[in-house]
């Protein structure tokens, strides 16, 4: 059963940076694009950044762009999100997903369980 | 980027009820449309894929419908353990990978 693993998150100052790692088990990691997805205190789903399996490439929120990073560690099973300059409104907890891709669609599955950032003073 | 329009954002229902969520696209997305169940302090769940796939393991009452830009969550009779939080996502083209806002379903 694919598994994913989040960990990292802490309490931090504004303009601290931070980073999540996210360890996968129980499939191929590296033939699938890896997301990153965050639920800030009483607001909704916000897709944060995507990793792709083959060439790695990377893609980003426009709140984020600039100052988070995300990369991988095929060998590890691993993706990281680094992130920089964090701003009050980062505070969310943060969801490593995988997404699947079939002939009619992509989707998120499975999802971590989450790891909090949280950014005060 | 490619808007996604979640309609109601809260709705009250009772056990038993049939209740349906909407989700329209700003454009055209084919069937890239996916459901997910959310509850609090859990991670959200995949119930439908490709616009009408069920997700493995989730109960036939929940039925995805649509296509292009008009996309339907229907669950046939709520039961207790369907109170939450619903979200529709587009993954027709990134970035972003677009939620929409979120119905709160809740007891009546």
């Known amino acids: 059963e694919p598994q994913l693993l989040e960990s990292g998150g802490d309490l931090v100052q504004p303009g601290g940076s931070l980073r999540l790692s996210c360890v996968g088990s129980?499939?191929?990691?590296?033939?699938?694009?890896m997301n990153w997805v965050r639920e800030a205190p009483g607001k909704g789903l916000e897709w944060v950044s995507s990793?792709?399996?083959?060439?790695?490439?990377?893609y980003y929120a426009d709140s984020v762009k600039g100052r988070f990073t995300v990369t991988r560690d095929n060998a590890g099973n691993t993706v990281y999100l680094h992130m920089d300059s964090l701003r009050a409104e980062d505070m969310a907890k943060y969801y490593c997903v995988r997404e699947v891709r079939g002939l009619s669609g992509s989707w998120f599955d499975p999802w971590g369980q989450g790891t909090v950032v949280t950014v005060s003073s | 980027d490619i808007q996604v329009t979640q309609s109601p954002s809260s709705l009250s229902a009772s056990v038993g009820d049939r209740v349906s969520i909407t989700c329209r696209a700003s454009?055209?997305?084919?069937?890239?449309l996916n459901w997910y169940q959310k509850k609090s302090g859990k991670a959200p769940k995949l119930l439908i894929y490709?616009?009408?796939r069920l997700q493995t393991g989730v109960p036939s009452r929940f039925r995805g419908s649509g296509s292009e830009t008009t996309f339907t969550l229907t669950i046939s009779s709520l039961q207790l353990e369907d109170f939450a939080t619903y979200y529709c996502?587009?993954?027709?083209?990134?970035?972003?990978?677009?939620f929409g806002g979120g119905t709160h379903v809740e007891i009546k």
């Open positions: 990793i792709y399996a083959g060439e790695s490439s990377t």
């Open positions: 129980g499939f191929t990691f590296r033939d699938y694009t």
């Open positions: 490709s616009a009408s």
């Open positions: 996502q587009q993954t027709y083209s990134l970035p972003p990978l677009t």
């Open positions: 454009q055209s997305i084919g069937t890239y």
